[in-house]
């Protein structure tokens, strides 16, 4: 089975569309500071965004670790169990940093401001989706999602800011 990462590779048009308006790029894999898991567990980073965040798989594996991000300013948090499910959750809902309520509203409303500014918004997903061989979740499906992720299978998940020992903030509150 091929990897997500040589597919995105492989189909431009997929790997475009995660970098905007995803803000996912794979050649991003630097993170602004030196960090690691307080848990001991490997930290590997394999992606970032245009504001300094990072992805990060966490433990032992290949794709199917759980991902953590982590923003430039001092927050982390889990936000899916393998890139395929990162990938979703970046196809349908990639103003997901912006979500604070999880509500349908807060969505459609965040939606509704991406689509003005790019109305082949759900064309372009849709094709980055069938290239990459991902089936899609709604977007209430994909936010519950993160949320669960990330206030219960990541809430013992923390993200330490190496020189002096302190924790990151957790992005999403349950």
Same mark, same amino acid.
């Given at each position: 089975?091929?990897?997500?990462?040589?597919?995105?590779?492989?189909?431009?048009?997929?790997?475009? =569309? /995660?970098?905007?308006?995803? @803000? =996912?790029?794979?050649?991003?894999?630097?993170?602004?500071?030196?960090?690691?898991?307080?848990? %001991?567990?490997?930290?590997?980073?394999?992606?970032?965004?245009? +504001?300094?965040?990072? *992805?990060?798989? #966490?433990? @032992?594996?290949?794709?199917?670790?759980?991902?953590? *991000?982590? @923003?430039?300013? %001092?927050?982390?948090?889990?936000?899916?169990?393998? /890139?395929?499910?990162? /990938?979703?959750?970046?196809?349908?809902?990639?103003?997901?940093?912006? #979500?604070?309520? &999880?509500? +349908?509203?807060?969505?459609?409303?965040?939606?509704?401001? *991406?689509?003005? @500014?790019?109305?082949?918004?759900?064309?372009?997903?849709?094709?980055?989706?069938?290239?990459?061989?991902?089936?899609?979740?709604?977007? +209430?499906?994909? /936010? +519950?999602?993160?949320?669960?992720?990330?206030?219960?299978?990541?809430?013992?998940?923390?993200?330490? &800011?190496?020189?002096? %020992?302190?924790? *990151?903030?957790?992005?999403?509150?349950?």
């Amino acid at each position: 089975m091929r990897s997500l990462t040589a597919a995105l590779a492989e189909n431009p048009e997929a790997a475009q =569309f /995660l970098d905007w308006p995803g @803000d =996912f790029d794979l050649s991003r894999t630097e993170h602004v500071e030196e960090v690691h898991l307080a848990s %001991g567990q490997p930290l590997e980073s394999f992606a970032g965004d245009g +504001a300094g965040g990072t *992805y990060f798989f #966490c433990g @032992d594996g290949g794709e199917e670790r759980p991902v953590l *991000y982590a @923003d430039s300013e %001092g927050g982390a948090a889990l936000v899916a169990i393998g /890139l395929p499910e990162l /990938l979703r959750l970046l196809l349908v809902a990639p103003w997901w940093r912006d #979500c604070r309520a &999880f509500t +349908a509203q807060e969505s459609a409303e965040l939606a509704a401001e *991406y689509l003005a @500014d790019d109305p082949d918004l759900i064309a372009r997903r849709d094709r980055a989706a069938a290239r990459l061989g991902l089936t899609l979740p709604t977007e +209430a499906e994909a /936010l +519950a999602r993160l949320r669960h992720v990330a206030t219960h299978e990541g809430r013992d998940v923390e993200l330490v &800011f190496t020189p002096e %020992g302190s924790a *990151y903030r957790p992005l999403i509150e349950s």
